[in-house]
T-cell receptor, first 114, second 114 residues
């Protein structure tokens, strides 16, 4: 069965803290993605990776960075958290078969920055 | 760049009634099209997808969607809604070619009345 897990369901941090969100997939997928979800805005792509140590900016990368040291793990980093980064963060993964393969999503991490 | 519009923010239907959720996309050619569902507190689950071929696509949980090139639409339908269908529904589009990224609509929240 397909599985994408995220390290925390709920997280509360203070402004200025460094925050790590971890995502692990067990499907040997090449592609991994980080989205943030806000009411009325749908999902917006922050960063994605199509191979180990590779990363590409999505639509809203400002204030975020990512790390992919192993194929199964993709980390989202907030270097200095701010209140406008309070949101739901969703990780996804997919095969890279040359077309738009199905993305499988984790349960999400609801981050609150105080 | 591609874009997706879901014109209905919130729809309410009675259990047993039929359902149609609207999705319009903007893209210069035929894109890949997806419908995802998100139950409260959960990640996104794929309902169905269109890549090519038959324009009427069958998905899980009794849902179907029809791709209409002339109207740039990919509306989701279900003939008889169940209370468990209450959720948020997202339409997404990916451009052909470098098709790893999805662009999501803002979502439609479905309420089902008993």
């Amino acid at each position: 069965d397909v599985k994408v897990t995220q390290s925390s369901r709920y997280l509360v941090k203070r402004t200025g803290e460094k925050v790590f969100l971890e995502c692990v997939q067990d499907m040997d997928h090449e592609n991994m993605f980080w989205y943030r979800q806000d009411p009325g805005l749908g999902l917006r792509l922050i960063y994605f990776s199509y191979d180990v140590k590779m990363k590409e900016k999505g639509d809203i990368p400002e204030g975020y960075s990512v790390s992919r040291e192993k194929k199964e793990r993709f980390s989202l980093i907030l270097e200095s958290a701010s209140t406008n980064q309070t949101s739901m963060y969703l990780c996804a993964s997919s095969f890279n078969r040359g077309g738009a393969d199905t993305q499988y999503f984790g349960p999400g991490t609801r981050l609150t920055v105080l | 760049a591609q874009s997706v519009t879901q014109p209905d923010i919130h729809i309410t239907v009675s259990e047993g009634a039929s359902l149609e959720l609207r999705c319009n996309y903007s893209y210069g050619a035929t894109p890949y099209l997806f419908w995802y569902v998100q139950s409260p507190g959960q990640g996104l689950q794929l309902l169905l997808k269109y890549f090519s071929g038959d324009t009427l696509v069958q998905g899980i949980k009794g849902f179907e969607a029809e791709f209409k090139r002339s109207q740039s639409s990919f509306n989701l339908r279900k003939p008889s809604v169940h209370w468990s269908d209450a959720a948020e529904y997202f339409c997404a589009v990916a451009a052909r070619g470098s098709a790893r990224q999805l662009t999501f609509g803002s979502g439609t929240q479905l309420t089902v009345l008993p």
